[in-house]
């Protein structure tokens, strides 16, 4: 069984808030930058950009004509 890619971007965009979340709460918490805060930033881009493909290509699979 597949997983649709609408499900997964969805969940990728969750994580990238997550992630995002988390690396402003470490900047606060720390009061600068550090490792872990470009780590979480890091992470949450790719998951964003991941989740923004899949859901439009669930979209773009979507609206394709049948054969």
Do not use: C, W
């Not at 997550?18 to 872990?36: I, P, Q, R």
């Not at 859901?55 to 054969?67: A, E, G, I």
């Amino acid at each position: 069984m597949t997983q649709s890619p609408l499900k997964t971007g969805i969940f990728y965009l969750l994580a990238g808030v997550l992630f995002t979340y988390l690396a402003v709460e470490n900047v606060n918490s720390n009061g600068d930058f550090g490792f872990f805060a470009y780590l979480f930033i890091l992470l949450a881009t790719m998951d964003i950009g991941t989740g923004i493909r899949l859901v439009f290509m669930h979209f773009r699979f979507k609206n394709k004509p049948k054969k």
